[in-house]
């Protein structure tokens, strides 16, 4: 897969999908590759069939490489994933589905955007903060798996206006 993923025009031969349960054998391959307690296929099909969730994936050449989500409460957003296979990042694919989540959350008129992130994850860190998200503060000792501490981030979004472009 590295390979394929080098050249500049890569990202446009990449599209954005709805998540659908056939997609999970992919999707369940990248959060294995990406995250240290990858979320189970169980808690995908939850996710799939909840009307609050809105879950995508990154699609290149029948593959998925990549893929977010989030919930909707109340009037915020809460991203609830993110995550690219490893041999196609740092080319813009996290940074798109990201736009894509926050896009979403914005068309649905939600008022800000919520997640978090470990503390030493220092990439996704800075992704969130290039796309104008602020550091809210420190749930300690928040991740079961490893004890690590989890930074709150939040955005406050700007309403579409008729045209659907933002105010
Ligand atoms: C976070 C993640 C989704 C970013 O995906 P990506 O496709 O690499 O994102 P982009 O190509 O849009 O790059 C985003 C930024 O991270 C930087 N970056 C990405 N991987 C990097 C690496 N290994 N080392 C240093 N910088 C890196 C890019 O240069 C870019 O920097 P910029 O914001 O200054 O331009 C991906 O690293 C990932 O899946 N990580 C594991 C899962 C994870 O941590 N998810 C976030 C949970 S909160």
Request: glycine share 8%.
């Amino acid at each position: 897969m590295t390979s394929e993923c080098g050249d500049t025009a890569w990202l446009d031969t990449v599209s954005i999908e709805p998540m659908k349960p056939d997609d999970l054998d992919h999707v369940l391959a990248v959060e294995r590759a990406s995250f240290p307690s990858a979320w189970s296929r169980e808690s995908y099909l939850r996710e799939l069939g909840s009307p609050n969730s809105y879950y995508f994936v990154a699609r290149r050449a029948g593959t998925i490489i990549g893929h977010a989500g989030m919930w909707n409460v109340s009037d915020e957003a809460h991203i609830s994933t993110l995550a690219v296979h490893p041999d196609c990042r740092c080319r813009g694919l996290g940074s798109r589905l990201l736009g894509h989540l926050i896009a979403i959350a914005r068309h649905l008129g939600l008022l800000n955007i919520t997640l978090e992130v470990r503390e030493v994850n220092y990439t996704a860190r800075s992704l969130y903060h290039r796309f104008g998200f602020e550091e809210k503060g420190l749930l300690r000792r928040y991740y079961g798996d490893t004890g690590e501490s989890a930074v709150v981030m939040c955005k406050t979004l700007v309403p579409e206006d008729r045209s659907g472009r933002t105010q």
